[in-house]
């Protein structure tokens, strides 16, 4: 990691804290924080790093203080899961070019996840999405990756990089991308043909009000997910005033259920949320918003350490159904309750009870169908 710190810039704990004291009882005082001296991360779960990187939304924008804005408030948070190591590795440092900029990110994010850690990302514009991304690809994993934003960002007309940046990711060589979820679209700003053309590459799209409607369905789809980017478009602007795209969207709270699940999932190595710019967020209410999803986030990567181990059969309630000819033997935690199916090859995703029902009354399930059509 020492090869790495030359990206980095220490944290200023003095101007995150203001004129305020930190107590025993706030995060701040249980994050090993890189302040000029590197912290031992050896032992730690969550990683922290900050980017302030905008010039993918324009020429006219050049490097946000959102890191350091959203510190202010989550520092202030109280610590409540003593059972989980954080460590903040403070801001990438601004490259003279973007792609320089998205380099340094890339590796600090490599090493990271090589290593079996967490990362934490605060942007930045939303583009930044993409060297978190090729982070994975000199580990030569295939994710699943999965975006929360009220768009999706597939505009090739377009010369923002903020606004294409999903061909990039979705259709460059080597593929990694083995699955796309997207969760909070919102029909009005989506044209129907780009809909059509996701489902055709077999991705999955939620609409803001179907994630809306049963918001524990998503818990499944975060499950399976290796890589998470989160937009605060997909925030509606009353709970995330720096949201200038729709007055629509999913709550705050919402939000926050979305990062636990993202916390409570096995697979997810990075977790990047995006598109704040603090210069639109007079009250830091937006910047308050993101801090309490990260503890959120934090909270289900403690809940996360309570669950079973899928091979341990001994801790799951396990049933075997026949859909299409096919044996699927769904798996049901004893300790959380939560589901997974398991196919005749062995590979086991995760689901929900509403899979495991509609196959014990013969109905094929949505989740079921659309890995089969993805795996012929």
Request: with cysteine; glycine share 6%; charged share 25%.
């Amino acid at each position: 990691m020492q090869d790495l710190i030359h990206f980095l810039s220490p944290v200023d704990v003095a101007l995150i804290s203001g004129d305020n004291e930190f107590t025993d009882g706030q995060l701040a005082k249980h994050i090993a924080v890189f302040d000029g001296v590197f912290p031992d991360w050896e032992d730690a779960d969550i990683i922290l790093v900050g980017i302030g990187e905008m010039r993918g939304m324009g020429l006219d924008k050049e490097w946000s203080e959102a890191p350091n804005a959203v510190r202010k408030k989550l520092y202030q948070m109280h610590h409540w899961h003593s059972d989980i190591k954080i460590v903040d590795f403070g801001n990438i440092k601004k490259g003279l070019l973007i792609n320089d900029s998205y380099a340094a990110l890339q590796a600090v994010v490599n090493e990271v996840v090589r290593l079996n850690k967490t990362v934490v990302i605060i942007g930045g514009s939303h583009d930044i999405t993409l060297a978190q991304c090729h982070a994975y690809k000199t580990l030569g994993q295939s994710i699943e990756a999965t975006c929360v934003d009220a768009l999706i960002d597939l505009r090739g007309d377009s010369l923002l990089r903020s606004e294409h940046f999903l061909l990039d990711m979705l259709t460059g060589e080597p593929n990694i991308v083995k699955h796309y979820n997207h969760i909070g679209f919102q029909s009005f700003l989506v044209h129907p043909r780009l809909l059509e053309t996701m489902d055709k590459l077999r991705f999955d799209c939620f609409r803001v009000g179907v994630v809306k409607d049963d918001i524990h369905e998503m818990e499944p789809v975060l499950r399976n997910t290796h890589l998470l980017s989160f937009d605060i478009s997909a925030i509606k602007s009353s709970d995330a005033p720096a949201n200038v795209i729709s007055p629509n969207g999913l709550t705050g709270e919402e939000a926050c259920t979305l990062a636990q699940f993202a916390g409570m999932s096995n697979t997810l190595t990075s977790f990047g949320v995006y598109h704040y710019n603090p210069q639109l967020d007079p009250h830091a209410l937006t910047a308050n918003q993101i801090a309490q999803m990260i503890w959120y986030f934090i909270d289900g990567r403690s809940k996360r350490k309570h669950e079973s181990n899928i091979k341990d059969v001994a801790q799951f309630n396990i049933y075997h159904i026949q859909i299409a000819d096919a044996d699927v033997v769904f798996l049901q935690s004893k300790k959380t309750g939560r589901w997974w199916m398991q196919f005749e090859d062995k590979k086991t995703i995760a689901c929900s009870y509403k899979d495991y029902f509609a196959a014990s009354q013969s109905d094929i399930p949505e989740r079921w169908l659309r890995y089969m059509e993805r795996n012929v």
